[in-house]
């Protein structure tokens, strides 16, 4: 667990900028960063838009056929074909190793199979790649409640409010935990 932690304040780190990314995800943070400016607006109305245009900027690969394994592997898991959308996302993974949005999509899929150390290495990898994913972070989250780790659960949901601060399901779990962690040590 303790590697967790370490994963979630690595991310914590990566978001702030306060460790150097590589070259390609150095370019991508200054295309996105207008983007995310406007998402930790405290007065946005229009969340939702702005999260959309972020989504969808992280789902183009650079390579169609990459883009095309993606959109049939997403189709896959919404069928609840799971292992479908892991033979495609595998894939994507394989040949596309450094599309952040390949590995995490894989974690949601490794996530409803209930195979969450594998999940958690593909949350690791998305997170390398993309510090501000957002998703990324909340699934981590969600785990890590899953799995009883209450402290580590919070730390990603905190990383994910500090990112994202409108979306609805994040606040709410950073409160429930907060709740539970916090009522703990008192």
Same mark, same amino acid.
Not at 92 to 105: K, R, S, V, Y
Not at 131 to 147: C, D, Q, T, V, Y
């Given at each position: 667990m303790r590697r967790i932690a370490n994963l979630v304040v690595a991310a914590i780190l990566l978001a702030a900028g306060l460790v150097l990314l590589p070259p390609a995800a150095a370019a991508q943070t200054e295309e996105l960063d207008p983007l995310f400016e406007t998402l930790a607006s405290p007065d946005l109305e229009d969340w939702q838009s702005v999260e959309d245009e972020i989504i969808r900027h992280w789902s183009r690969s650079g390579s169609s056929? @990459?883009? =095309?394994?993606?959109?049939?592997?997403t189709e896959a898991m919404e069928a609840g074909d799971f292992d479908t959308a892991l033979e495609h996302l !595998?894939?994507?993974?394989?040949?596309?190793?450094?599309?952040?949005?390949?590995? *995490? !999509?894989? $974690?949601?899929?490794?996530?409803?199979k209930e195979r969450y150390g594998l999940a958690i290495e593909d949350i690791k990898?998305?997170?390398?790649? *993309?510090?501000?994913?957002?998703?990324?972070?909340?699934?981590?989250?969600?785990? @890590?409640?899953?799995?009883?780790?209450?402290?580590?659960? =919070?730390?990603?949901?905190?990383? $994910?409010?500090?990112?994202?601060?409108?979306?609805? *399901?994040? *606040?709410?779990?950073?409160?429930?935990?907060?709740?539970?962690?916090?009522?703990? !040590?008192?």
């Open positions: 056929a @990459m883009d =095309l394994l993606l959109q049939r592997g !595998t894939a994507l993974t394989d040949h596309a190793p450094d599309f952040a949005e390949g590995w *995490n !999509t894989r $974690a949601t899929v490794l996530f409803q990898r998305t997170l390398a790649l *993309n510090p501000r994913h957002f998703g990324a972070l909340s699934g981590l989250g969600i785990i @890590m409640e899953e799995l009883g780790e209450d402290e580590i659960a =919070l730390g990603a949901f905190r990383a $994910a409010v500090s990112i994202h601060p409108h979306r609805p *399901n994040l *606040n709410e779990a950073l409160k429930r935990l907060e709740r539970k962690v916090l009522g703990r !040590t008192l």
